[in-house]
């Protein structure tokens, strides 16, 4: 029997942008907040590196705009990024204000100084990262999770998985969620709804993310009707901890920016012949790069020496990599770290405006899901933790102040499952899940053809076909919802990259290795929009 909740904001996702929503709304406002796992389990708890803000009195405005727009390869909208590094003072003083500890300059205590320890990461000019250690996901997660939790206004529910969203008179009105523990598919309504889902790096083989990030709200987005921009534009973070036994583990840009050296295995470095920036170049440079090398000389990975800083040093800066690395018998301060490319960061998503609101009615998307401007072609390092703060308290000012004006959502059907039976065959699911991210991983990687292209797109319209007949016979089930989003997913990516004929930023092909004059957005627009 479908279970009724109703609520005035309902907030699918829980990291870094739902739960900052969720704390900046009034405290009147009655919200339910939403998470496939337990919290902090989402891609904001595991960023390592830290946040970008303007802080330093040597930095500007002007300077992390301008460097934010280098990165983005003539894509970012520059409204967007003037709005987001404008506000990045102010959302690093509400962060404190929660209680995040920041590392503060020359080990001082008192957080009234604002005097913070900051580093310098690739794309940046000034050291403007402020960090946690090489925690700093989680610290700002397990704050404003304790946050959340005290908060009498957010009622929160654990596995629990989006299934899709429910929508009436050109607005959403909620959405049907799966109760992962009864196997019941129950139905949240409200008068606004916000997909804080993440990113969709789970569509490739290798990824640094955790596995939640499978592309619920991009593909729930697309079906509901919203536009979805610039997918072809897929990180590969350049340093993922490479051991047969290491699963997914990131090695933070942080250490390139403290010195940290790339070497081939005969010990030579190699990124002076790729960028005039060395090791802090961005990082599709640095991947690319990677991936040429390894390519060249038939190698496994390549490594990341830091050895050279003090072991306390390194205790100090990089404790988590440190202890991680040990595990597996790598000593960071006497050996350096072999490390390969994997996906990291979804930089295109569902199209919002400065109020992070989509192309539906109460239908807002926050974080690694949207697409705001601010990152075009290529995501500087440690600007989605400040998009994520920036575009959640726009989105809560908004929801705020079209709340008194929403009516009430009309009673939407009941979840309607009388005619499907419960599966004896989960061996489909797995196996397409295993096919769809090796041949994203080969053909539509850190370098693309026509070619692979094709073949990607040949195999994606195969599987979602399998994964359509299996949706309609038999019962939902945590993966078979991650699949079927990973596989829509993956169809806009295939189709954005197809229909970019240049190479730029993220998105490089050698069938048209030159950069266009012009730099456009590749907007994809579903047959049942409302514009």
């Known amino acids: 029997m479908t279970s009724l909740h109703e609520h005035d904001v309902l907030i699918i996702g829980s990291g870094a942008a739902g739960l900052s929503l969720a704390l900046h709304l009034p405290t009147d406002v009655r919200v339910a907040l939403i998470t496939k796992g337990e919290l902090n389990q989402g891609s904001t708890y595991w960023a390592q590196g830290g946040m970008a803000a303007v802080l330093d009195n040597k930095d500007t405005v002007d300077s992390h705009v301008e460097d934010t727009l280098a990165a983005g390869a003539g894509l970012c909208k520059r409204e967007a990024v003037e ?65 959340a939790i005290a908060a009498t206004n957010i009622e929160i529910f654990t596995h629990r998985t989006a299934v899709d969203l429910v929508i009436g008179e050109q607005a959403c009105q909620g959405a049907y969620i799966l109760d992962q523990t009864t196997d019941r598919v129950d139905l949240f309504q409200a008068r606004a709804v916000v997909l804080a889902t993440g990113g969709a790096s789970k569509a490739y083989l290798y990824t640094s993310n955790p596995d939640g990030a499978s592309g619920d709200g991009i ?14 534009f897929n990180q590969f973070h350049p340093t993922c901890l490479y051991h047969p036994q290491a699963k997914s583990f990131l090695i933070t840009e942080a250490i390139r920016g403290e010195g940290g050296k790339l070497l081939l295995p005969d010990g030579t470095r190699f990124m002076e012949r790729f960028d005039a920036r060395g090791e802090l170049a961005p990082r599709d440079v640095v991947a690319r790069a990677i991936d040429h090398e390894m390519k060249r000389l038939g190698a496994d990975c390549v490594f990341l020496d830091i050895s050279h800083k003090p072991r306390e040093f390194l205790e100090n800066h990089f404790p988590t990599v440190m202890s991680r690395c040990l ?24 199209v919002v405006d400065n109020h992070s609101q989509t192309d539906i009615g109460a239908l ?31 989105a809560a000012r908004h929801i705020a102040a079209a709340l008194p004006r929403a009516a009430p959502p009309a009673p939407p059907a009941p979840w309607d499952e009388s005619q499907v039976t419960d599966s004896d065959e989960d061996v489909v699911i797995s196996h ?75 998105h490089y092909t050698l069938d048209y290795p030159k950069l266009l004059e012009e730099a456009l957005d590749t907007v994809l627009t579903p047959v049942n929009s409302p514009l």
Request: glycine residues 6%; hydrophobic residues 40%; charged residues 25%.
């Open 83 to 147: 709005f987001t590094v404008r506000n990045s003072r102010r959302c690093v003083e509400w962060l404190v204000s929660q209680g995040v500890d920041f590392d503060l300059r020359n080990d001082r205590q008192d957080t009234r100084s604002k005097e913070f320890h900051l580093t310098q990461e690739g794309g940046h000019s000034h050291r403007r990262i402020i960090h946690s250690a090489d925690r700093t996901g989680r610290a700002i997660s397990e704050v404003l999770t304790e946050r």
């Open 219 to 232: 593909a729930m987005a697309w079906r509901a009707g919203c536009r979805v921009a610039n997918l072809e």
């Open 327 to 350: 595990e597996f018998g790598i000593d960071i301060s006497a050996q350096p770290i072999p490390v390969v490319p994997a996906a990291h960061y979804t930089c295109g998503g569902i």
């Open 364 to 394: 807002y998307a926050v974080g690694e899901a949207s697409s705001t401007g601010l990152h075009g072609a290529n995501r500087m390092a440690s600007n989605s933790l400040l998009e994520c703060i920036v575009y959640a308290e726009a």
């Open 432 to 506: 397409n899940w295993d096919e769809l991210r090796r041949f994203m991983w080969d053909y539509v990687g850190i370098v693309r053809t026509n070619k692979r292209l094709q073949r990607a797109q040949h195999r994606v319209a195969l599987l979602q076909r399998e994964i359509a007949e299996y949706y309609g016979n038999y019962k939902v089930s945590n993966d078979l919802l991650e699949l079927r989003n990973l596989a829509m997913v993956a169809e806009l990516m295939i189709r954005c990259a197809i229909e970019r004929k240049e190479s730029r930023g993220l």
